[in-house]
């Protein structure tokens, strides 16, 4: 059974960090690459970051690059998002999930982080 299990979200203040952890089984996780997606209240999914199978490639959305920073262990089979700067706009049910062009994509139940003072 294919199951991603997110952790660490919770509430911060503007300008705090956060750092989530999704962590994956039931599948080969380290072939797959790996996403994070987000999705505000009352709003659509966004596509937040991107990482190859073997970490060497990243890529983000313009509204976190600079900000946010994600990574992976193979090892531990296990994907990694760290959030600084955080800001309101970056509240939302945070998603990891694995893409794919040949299979459906795999999801993750999510974490809500939320950014108030």
């Known amino acids: 059974e294919v199951q991603l299990v997110e952790s660490g979200g919770g509430l911060v203040q503007p300008g705090g960090s956060l750092g989530l952890s999704c962590a994956a089984s039931?599948?080969?996780?380290?072939?797959?690459?790996m996403t994070w997606v987000r999705q505000a209240p009352g709003k659509g999914l966004e596509w937040v970051s991107y990482?190859?199978?073997?970490?060497?490639?990243?890529s983000y959305a313009d509204s976190v690059k600079g900000r946010f920073t994600i990574s992976r262990d193979n090892a531990k089979n296990t994907l990694y998002l760290q959030m600084n700067s955080l800001k309101p706009e970056d509240t939302a049910v945070y998603y990891c999930?694995?893409?794919?062009?040949?299979?459906?994509?795999?999801w993750g139940q999510g974490t809500q982080v939320t950014v108030s003072s």
């Open positions: 999930a694995a893409p794919s062009a040949i299979r459906p994509w795999y």
């Open positions: 039931g599948f080969s996780f380290s072939t797959s690459a």
């Open positions: 990482i190859n199978s073997r970490g060497g490639s990243t």
